[in-house]
Nanobody, 121 residues
Framework: VQLQASGGGLVQTGGYLRLSCTTSGGSFNNYNMGWFRQAPGKERAFVAVINSGGGTTDYADSVKGRFTISRANAKNTVYLQMNSLEPADTAVYYC???????????????WGQGTQVTVSS
């Protein structure tokens, strides 16, 4: 399974971005999809997850109420809508696919290449 993330960029505090992650080479509908992020000098951290059917989602406390994960199974794509962005959200964002619904990065079997999000103050 190949994952391609896109949509990152430079935005001011309070702005918004929508990340996309398109998959190929596998059965997208069978996978739970997650977003993680890694800031400079920090561990890669969980951001959000959505189950294979799209009916269940969970978020890190730091992004609840600001970020929304969704998926379009017909397009093999998962999205991360990020609103009210803060400088602390600056990181490389990665999408990942897992057979199990999880917040734990080691349980994700496939990873995209990452897309940079920079929020200026």
């Amino acid at each position: 399974v190949q994952l391609q993330a896109s949509g990152g960029g430079l935005v001011q505090t309070g702005g918004y971005l929508r990340l996309s992650c398109t998959t190929s080479g596998g059965s997208f509908n069978n996978y739970n999809m997650g977003w993680f992020r890694q800031a400079p000098g920090k561990e890669r951290a969980f951001v959000a997850v959505i189950n294979s059917g799209g009916g269940t989602t969970d978020y890190a406390d730091s992004v609840k109420g600001r970020f929304t994960i969704s998926r379009a199974n017909a397009k093999n794509t998962v999205y991360l809508q990020m609103n009210s962005l803060e400088p602390a959200d600056t990181a490389v964002y990665y999408c990942a696919a897992a057979s199990r619904y999880s917040f734990v990065k080691r349980l994700y079997e496939y990873w995209g290449q990452g897309t940079q999000v920079t929020v200026s103050s």
